[in-house]
């Protein structure tokens, strides 16, 4: 649980430094509508094996803001106790938006359960129903281009988180990504969290990965 809590609380060390869902039979097959003109140029992270488009006009977060985040997030979350897993998130970027208040973090997670994830994913619920028990969570799996995609949106009454994990076995690592934004700016963010969602691929190499 040490690395899962550790997950759920680097989001919110990013802003700090600037009824569980029956399992499907199958993940059903969804796309992503994006729009080319709220995401930048594609970058392209060839240690992970992926590339996806950043929030275009957001601000990039230092190396040094990073590591102070996921130092908060690591001593957050000392003391919890549960099942623990191997690895745990590495932030590796992370997109501000100042005028709204939204942030998107970007973490490698090799701990996450992809072969069982609903146990990872009711201890994701779990935690969030402890910390913000009136807010409403929602969990889901399903695919996308090529990937499996197991996603949580938590809604309180002063923010809309959504977590997506994409894994897949051409992929290294499983990548979080991390989705915060205001309750009131969500109306406004959620073509970007789609859009950002919708670019993420496999990225294209020659070289296999180790």
Same mark, same amino acid.
């Given at each position: 649980?040490?690395? @899962?809590?550790?997950? @759920?609380? @680097? ?6 430094? $600037?009824?569980?869902? *029956?399992?499907?039979?199958? *993940?059903?097959?969804?796309?992503? +509508? ?6 930048g ?12 488009? *950043? &929030? ?5 977060? /230092?190396?040094?803001?990073?590591? +102070?985040?996921? #130092? !908060? !997030?690591?001593?957050? /979350?000392k003391?919890?106790t549960?099942?623990?897993?191997l690895?745990? &998130?590495?932030l ?6 100042? /005028?709204?208040?939204?942030?998107? $973090?970007? +973490?490698?997670? +090799?701990g ?6 609903s146990?990872?994913?009711? =201890?994701? =619920? ?25 996603q ?29 934004v205001p309750?009131?700016?969500? &109306?406004?963010m @959620? #073509? $970007?969290?789609? /859009?950002? !969602?919708?670019s ?11």
């Amino acid at each position: 649980m040490y690395r @899962i809590v550790l997950g @759920i609380f @680097i989001c919110s060390a990013v802003l700090g430094c $600037t009824q569980h869902n *029956p399992k499907p039979a199958g *993940p059903q097959d969804i796309r992503f +509508a994006v729009d080319t003109s709220l995401v930048g140029p594609a970058f392209s992270d060839t240690a992970l094996g992926v590339s996806f488009a *950043p &929030p275009k006009g957001w601000k990039a977060l /230092s190396k040094n803001t990073l590591e +102070a985040a996921q #130092r !908060a !997030a690591a001593e957050r /979350s000392k003391g919890v106790t549960g099942k623990g897993r191997l690895g745990q &998130p590495e932030l590796l970027y992370a997109w501000s938006h100042p /005028s709204s208040g939204s942030v998107v $973090t970007i +973490a490698s997670f +090799a701990g996450f359960d992809t072969n069982d994830s609903s146990m990872t994913m009711q =201890e994701f =619920e779990s935690f969030f129903r402890a910390s913000t028990p009136n807010a409403e969570i929602k969990s889901a799996l399903f695919s996308a281009k090529g990937f499996k995609v197991h996603q949580l949106r938590v809604i309180d009454d002063q923010r809309v988180n959504f977590k997506m994990v994409f894994s897949s076995v051409r992929l290294k690592k499983p990548i979080q990504f991390d989705f915060a934004v205001p309750r009131g700016s969500f &109306p406004l963010m @959620i #073509r $970007t969290i789609e /859009s950002v !969602a919708g670019s993420v691929e496999v990225y294209q190499s020659t070289a296999p990965f180790n």
